[in-house]
């Protein structure tokens, strides 16, 4: 059949399976909306008040159900407004489409209104990009880049296309979409090093990163943790993966990782690090990390391995095919003394905060408590992101998404909208710092607009706190720049919005708000009043080694013997 380029774009939307794309429309991409209005009743477009917050939501909509996002933008400052989220999606390898528009073929690079080469400016931050001049390559073209956005290692891919060639027609076939191949790049001598590496540890260490939520290798590495008879702990991306209750999980390692983590890690003698990518926030000093170990890496893409430190064997392919096959020829181990230390760092360093004032770390506890685990918790970036990850035990993975490798301040919010429309049964969470909060709370208009039930919760201690933390532990006090304490109402602002609010100042207060704003099944913000010179503990300096790792008690000592 003949169809105009912008009906084969939804077209092809629909051969993918895309059922909600989030986005703004313009001059440009006005074709592709006419196109959509034909088809509300199959593709659902969610109006973000913001394009920034379009790439936000199609990331959330990705990580919540490994399908590809999908968001779309006009040209000129428009796509530009998608570069954060596409430059967020890439860090942290979300599968997501996303489609711009721009001048007519003509027109191009003669610095037309609203002409932007935003194939240029994305290409450092996607898998690829492509810009469409010809009708007749469209169809081709969208389906190459859900394939590449969904294979291997997942990422963002844009596709930009001249509004001309939205106008024009050619013919259209429908395809089914072609399954993507799982990868597979180690030799049968490669596993049986690993093996043999594998059966000689005595002390073993599991160290689970994103790549292990994307691969879906959630029971492969659970049965893998049982066979070794070893602790795990993960990364902020591989959250859930292991249950978070599992008598093995020690917690997050890293900057504000565990003591448990840190120190076991760094006392192992075999590191084995599943989809994981040894990001400087878990490694700290390179030169000193895991040091007395061996390094087995598991991993999908081969640029990561020997990248940030270097290892002993490795294994290439997708964890969770590569882990089966590794499970099959494992004979189980026995490391009863290793698991009996680790007991006791767990039992002499356990997570502790003032149980005597509101604080970010027991609204986890009683979201958690509340929710019997079950939210999906959304994060923006700071001391809120750390406490979430520390005091939410996570028992499923795809149910903490957060921006890990960018540290995008503003990114919860869309991404929790994403997240509800991709599982509407879910209770998603937004947990957000007053600052981060300022960037895009105009996304809460979106969710009244819809009437999308997310829980904003702001943990407001007037000040930007994780940058403060910093200035107190290492710029002598001097808060430049990073109070917050003025005249604005978040509750107000809220319900400006269209949104209800709840204002929580006591620690009786959130079990009862959490409840109420559930209850309500509509957009809820709870305002959360905590003091403004709390901080996360544990901590690392930045490019310290991961042994180095404080607390506040750690601090109240070297006072006292200063």
């Given at each position: 059949?003949v169809?105009t ?8 939307l629909?051969?993918q399976?895309?059922d ?9 991409i ?9 088809h509300?009743?199959?593709i659902?477009?969610i ?5 920034q ?8 909509y990705?990580r919540?159900?490994g399908?590809?996002?999908v968001?779309l ?6 796509a530009?407004n998608l ?7 890439y860090m942290?390898?979300?599968p997501m489409v996303?489609?711009t ?6 027109l ?9 080469d935003?194939a240029g400016i994305?290409?450092?931050i996607t898998?690829?990009n492509?810009?469409?001049k010809d009708?007749?390559?469209l169809?081709?073209t969208l ?5 590449i956005?969904?294979?291997g290692?997942?990422g963002?891919v844009?596709?930009?296309?001249t509004?001309d060639?939205?106008a024009?027609?050619?013919?259209y ?5 072609e399954?993507?191949?799982k990868?597979?790049?180690y030799t ?5 090093e690993?093996?043999?590496?594998l059966?000689s540890a005595k002390k073993p260490?599991?160290?689970v990163?994103g790549?292990a939520?994307?691969?879906g ?9 049982e ?8 990364t902020?991306?591989?959250k859930g993966?292991?249950?978070?209750h599992?008598e093995r999980?020690t ?7 565990t ?7 760094s006392?192992?003698?075999l590191?084995?690090a599943?989809g994981a990518?040894?990001?400087d926030?878990v490694v700290?000093?390179p030169?000193?990390f895991a040091?007395h ?8 893409d081969?640029?990561?391995i020997?990248?940030n430190i ?6 290439v392919?997708?964890?969770k095919?590569v882990?089966?096959k590794?499970n ?6 026995k490391?009863?003394?290793?698991m009996a230390?680790?007991?006791e760092l767990?039992?002499k360093?356990?997570l ?10 027991y609204i ?8 019997k685990?079950?939210a999906i918790i959304t994060?923006d970036?700071?001391?809120?992101q ?5 005091y939410y ?5 795809r ?11 503003g990114?919860?919010?869309g991404?929790?909208?994403?997240a509800?429309m ?7 969470i937004n947990?957000?710092?007053?600052g981060?909060?300022r960037m895009?709370?105009?996304?809460l208009?979106t969710a009244?607009?819809y009437?999308i039930?997310i ?7 007037h000040?930007?706190?994780?940058v403060?933390?910093w ?16 005249g604005?109402d978040?509750?107000?602002?809220a ?10 100042t ?8 959490i409840?109420?704003a ?7 913000l709870?305002?959360c ?14 490019g310290?080694?991961?042994s ?7 601090l109240n ?5 200063s």
């Amino acid at each position: 059949m003949v169809l105009t380029g912008a009906q084969i774009v939804v077209e092809c939307l629909k051969e993918q399976g895309v059922d909600t794309v989030f986005g703004y429309p313009g001059g440009t991409i006005l074709n592709v909306y006419d196109a959509l209005y034909q088809h509300s009743s199959e593709i659902n477009h969610i109006l973000t008040s913001h394009e920034q917050g379009a790439a936000h939501a199609a990331d959330g909509y990705a990580r919540a159900t490994g399908k590809v996002g999908v968001c779309l933008a006009t040209s000129g400052p428009g796509a530009t407004n998608l570069v954060t989220g596409i430059a967020t999606a890439y860090m942290d390898s979300v599968p997501m489409v996303a489609i711009t528009c721009n001048v007519n073929l003509p027109l191009l690079g003669k610095d037309s209104f609203q002409e932007v080469d935003i194939a240029g400016i994305t290409m450092p931050i996607t898998k690829h990009n492509y810009i469409v001049k010809d009708v007749t390559i469209l169809a081709d073209t969208l389906r190459k880049a859900f394939m590449i956005a969904k294979s291997g290692r997942p990422g963002p891919v844009l596709v930009d296309i001249t509004k001309d060639v939205t106008a024009n027609s050619c013919e259209y076939g429908k395809e089914l979409p072609e399954k993507a191949e799982k990868t597979a790049r180690y030799t049968v001598e490669e596993m049986a090093e690993a093996v043999k590496l594998l059966e000689s540890a005595k002390k073993p260490f599991i160290y689970v990163g994103g790549g292990a939520v994307i691969s879906g290798a959630y029971k492969e590495v659970r049965d893998f943790a049982e066979l070794m008879d070893a602790p795990v702990c993960d990364t902020l991306m591989g959250k859930g993966v292991v249950d978070g209750h599992n008598e093995r999980y020690t917690g997050m390692i890293g900057m504000h990782g565990t003591k448990t983590s840190n120190f076991g890690v760094s006392e192992c003698d075999l590191l084995i690090a599943l989809g994981a990518r040894f990001s400087d926030r878990v490694v700290g000093n390179p030169q000193k990390f895991a040091a007395h170990a061996k390094v087995l890496h598991i991993d999908v893409d081969a640029a990561e391995i020997n990248k940030n430190i270097k290892t002993d064997v490795s294994l290439v392919g997708d964890l969770k095919e590569v882990l089966a096959k590794l499970n099959g020829r494992l004979v189980a181990q026995k490391h009863e003394e290793w698991m009996a230390h680790i007991a006791e760092l767990k039992n002499k360093y356990p997570l502790n905060y003032d149980e005597n004032v509101l604080s970010c770390p027991y609204i986890m506890e009683e979201i958690d408590r509340v929710t019997k685990g079950a939210a999906i918790i959304t994060t923006d970036v700071g001391q809120h992101q750390m406490w979430a990850a520390q005091y939410y035990r996570y028992s499923e993975p795809r149910t903490l998404l957060t921006s890990g490798g960018l540290g995008t301040m503003g990114y919860g919010l869309g991404a929790c909208i994403g997240a509800k429309m991709g599982q509407p049964d879910k209770i998603c969470i937004n947990i957000a710092g007053d600052g981060c909060f300022r960037m895009n709370m105009n996304e809460l208009a979106t969710a009244s607009r819809y009437n999308i039930p997310i829980i904003q919760v702001v943990i407001n201690n007037h000040v930007l706190g994780m940058v403060r933390q910093w200035q107190t532990l290492f710029y002598g006090k001097r808060y430049s720049q990073t109070i917050l304490d003025d005249g604005v109402d978040f509750c107000k602002v809220a319900e400006g919005l269209g949104c209800e609010a709840i204002l929580v100042t006591k620690k009786e207060e959130v079990a009862p708000a959490i409840e109420r704003a559930i209850a309500l099944k509509k957009p809820v913000l709870l305002n959360c009043i905590i003091p403004k010179d709390d901080k996360v503990f544990p901590m690392v300096p930045a490019g310290a080694p991961i042994s180095e790792a404080f607390d506040a008690g750690d601090l109240n000592t070297c006072e006292e013997n200063s």
